[in-house]
């Protein structure tokens, strides 16, 4: 197997974290499993060439970035950065992330976990990739926020037409709204573009009461609109990126993903649990570094 093919197959092992079927039913609390997940190693190795070969020279990060490209052209990268580790970078390429050694020969296939903290370090750089693609949508999205615009926490959620627990999410929109949690409704038709589903998005997008449209779009009416330019499909280029497979899919302002309907105080609980700190494996307290 040639090097390009064996990185590339290296780098989209990382799978994201989170996905599900389509129309996701309601799911466990993940967050009570996160202890078990920073009890695994931190990763599984990978090497392209013998352990036993000498060291190249180290690069920087735009160095190391060049030798990259020079050795896989075929697999743009879109960022390389220092990791946790000295001498390790980690290489992103859109929502994949891998681990390179400082001299560029040997790829590691796997996420850090800091074994100390409970920190899983490779998901916290996911995170931020999730919060940074959001961003990038601007206003592009139809908010159902709690009445006067108190919302504590905004959650982003993927939506469809034809999702039966996206329904159900959205008729207990005033028991989210109770509790400080405003929602971002972003389009993921999962019949796929120029779908009747991508069809009946567009038209609640361009009607003139885009929340109400959504409302009953959601609830299976059919109706049309004159046509306007519509976010739908950079949204659905956006739930390519993020591994999207199913909705309700939501993204809690950490970052973190729940996939599926949770009701609303399940709901609450998981973005308060989101920004506790991780636990140390074993479930004690973090040793103290040495001085």
């Keep these: 197997m040639n090097l390009i093919r064996f990185c590339s197959l290296c780098l989209l092992s990382v799978s994201l974290a989170a996905t599900t079927a389509s129309c996701a039913p309601p799911q466990p609390d993940k967050a009570k499993q996160k202890s078990k997940t920073a009890q695994a190693a931190a990763t599984t190795a990978t090497v392209a060439t013998p352990a036993a070969a000498p060291a190249g020279a180290a690069l920087d990060a735009d160095q190391l970035k ?23 970078f980690e290489v992103q390429r859109g929502a994949l992330f891998g681990y390179v050694t400082a001299d560029g020969r040997f790829l590691i296939s796997g996420d850090l976990i800091n074994l100390e903290t409970g920190e899983e370090l490779t998901e916290a750089s996911r995170k931020q990739m999730r919060l940074d693609m959001l961003a990038g949508l601007g206003d592009q999205y139809v908010a159902f926020d709690p009445p006067g615009g108190k919302a504590q926490n905004i959650v982003t959620v993927f939506v469809d037409v034809d999702c039966g627990y996206c329904r159900k999410l959205h008729d207990e929109l005033p028991s989210y709204n109770a509790l400080g949690i405003g929602f971002h409704y972003v389009f993921f038709p999962r019949a796929g573009l120029g779908s009747d589903s991508e069809r009946q998005l567009d038209a609640a997008w361009c009607s003139p009461d885009r929340k109400s449209a959504t409302t009953r779009a959601i609830h299976g009416e059919k109706f049309t609109a004159k046509t306007c330019d519509t976010p739908t499909k950079q949204h659905y280029e956006l739930a390519a990126k993020l591994g999207v497979r199913g909705t309700p899919m939501m993204i ?32 004690g307290a973090a040793p103290k570094s040495a001085p």
């Design 252 to 283: 809690l302002p950490t970052g973190d993903i729940v996939n599926g309907y949770v009701p609303a105080a399940q709901l609450a609980e998981r973005i308060v649990s989101a920004t506790l700190p991780p636990t140390p494996p074993g479930g």
């Design 66 to 88: 060049e030798k990259l490209h020079a050795l896989m052209p075929d697999l743009a990268l879109d960022a390389v950065r220092p990791s946790a580790i000295p001498g390790l």
